[in-house]
């Protein structure tokens, strides 16, 4: 059964900083491997989506990682700002549906 | 207005009553899905649907019910509703014809169950 865990589950930073939200998954078969962002009360946002033949996907200030074999993915973000504080979700595709994990709650600070 | 849309947005309700939470979409998309999110649990998905006449299980489908009225509609229900249902349920829809598979998700539900 494939099982996705995110470290750490809560990340408290600085505003200008760098940071690395972890994600890691038991099953290397899958078809690709999602970030999402949730706000508060708020649905679900796709950030980055990886396919199984990728090893990184870059938006703006975040750039995801992904290497299949070790089963481990990273969201990095670059020069955080207290707009990004949000929960962060991996989620990976294998089969019909998305396996999310508990997700990252991330708080920036001005 | 949003692609997909979740009513009712909150409700409160007692235990043993039946629910019934709705999911529009307006992306044209084939596949819908209803997941629920418990804090510290992440999101489960409880049932997916991928045409009007399919109806499939996902991992915590008990004490649940769906029913595609439309390709655009797709409602869940809790027969008799019981505490351990509450919980923010969310509606998600994606296109069958394009790779990858990317979700859309609705605003959510919260539903507690007193």
């Known amino acids: 059964k494939q099982e996705v865990t995110q470290i750490p589950a809560a990340l408290s930073v600085p505003e200008g900083e760098n940071l690395v939200l972890n994600c890691s998954f038991t099953?290397?078969?899958?078809?690709?491997l999602q970030w999402f962002r949730q706000d508060p009360g708020k649905g679900l946002t796709s950030l980055l989506l990886?396919?199984?033949?990728?090893r990184e996907q870059t938006s703006g200030r975040l750039n995801a990682s992904l290497d299949k074999s070790s089963g481990r993915s990273t969201l990095y973000i670059a020069a955080s700002q207290p707009g990004d504080s949000a929960t962060y979700l991996c989620?990976?595709?294998?089969?019909?549906?998305?396996?999310f994990g508990k997700g990252t709650t991330l708080s920036v600070s001005s | 207005d949003a692609d997909v849309t979740q009513t009712p947005r909150n409700r409160i309700t007692k235990t043993g009553k039946r629910i019934m939470l709705e999911c529009s979409q307006t992306k044209g998309h084939d596949r819908m899905y209803w997941y629920r999110q418990d804090p510290g649990l992440g999101l489960r998905l409880i049932y997916y649907s991928f045409d009007v006449k399919d109806i499939n299980k996902g991992e915590i489908s008990d004490g649940y019910s769906v029913s595609r009225q439309a390709q655009a509609k797709f409602s869940l229900s809790l027969e008799s509703a019981i505490p351990n249902q509450t919980a923010l349920y969310f509606c998600a829809t994606s296109d069958a014809r394009t790779s990858p598979n990317v979700l859309t998700f609705g605003a959510g539900s919260r539903l507690t169950v007193l």
């Open positions: 989620a990976v595709q294998a089969g019909t549906a998305l396996i």
């Open positions: 990886i396919q199984s033949s990728q």
């Open positions: 099953d290397s078969a899958i078809y690709n």
